[in-house]
């Protein structure tokens, strides 16, 4: 059967730790990479972390009905599941690992129904997250705290999703979250 995982969280929350864990944890999965408008950031790579793209390419590829899911996640960044990077990941027999936005994430749940899992990732507080996003050091100060606005609504969305996993103490974070996917993979 084809499945997909979806992990959803505030910017800052831990997606990326999470993920990056389990992928090296779990052969089966695969990193769905998104299209989006945004500049890369950091070492961040073409084709393997985003399909990065101008606003004019994005807007083309909505129109084409090219997308599963977008949005317009910070105005003027626009971000999506490409149709295409879906296949791509079934084809090969793997199960599809989704690092998306909090709304993303409830659209692609509803989209897939049984066949996926959603995960919500919550901080401990508002006041940690922010701090992680300091300490992250890949945002302008202004750039953090549109972000820290955005999660204290993000997170009245988390009745949403199947699954919460509390990000406090990594260790126990990235226990629980192999957990998770096990059973939800061998199910
Ligand atoms: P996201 O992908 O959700 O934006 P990241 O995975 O980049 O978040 O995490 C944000 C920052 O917080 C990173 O610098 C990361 O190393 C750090 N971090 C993640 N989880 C924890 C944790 N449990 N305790 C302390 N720091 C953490
Ligand atoms: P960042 O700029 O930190 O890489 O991502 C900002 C937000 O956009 C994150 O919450 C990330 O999960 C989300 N995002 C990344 N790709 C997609 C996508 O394809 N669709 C949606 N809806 N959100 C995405």
Known sequence: MNKVIIFSAPSGAGKSTVVRHLLEKFPQLEFSISATSRQPRGIELHE??????TVDEFKQKIAGNEFVEWEEVYA???????KSEVKRIWAK?????????VKGGINIKEIYGDTA???FIMPPSIDILRK????????????IERRVHKAEEEITYVSR?????????LED???NAEKIVSDFIDM
């Open 132 to 143: 992680r996003l300091q300490e992250r050091g890949t945002d302008l100060p202004e750039a």
């Open 48 to 53: 393997i972390d985003y399909h990065f793209l």
């Open 117 to 119: 899992l959603s995960v």
């Open 76 to 82: 003027g960044n626009y971000y999506g599941t490409l």
């Open 93 to 101: 027999g793997n199960v599809i690992l989704f690092d998306v936005d």
């Open 173 to 175: 974070t990235l226990h």
């Open 161 to 169: 999703f199947d699954v919460i996993l509390l990000n406090d103490k």
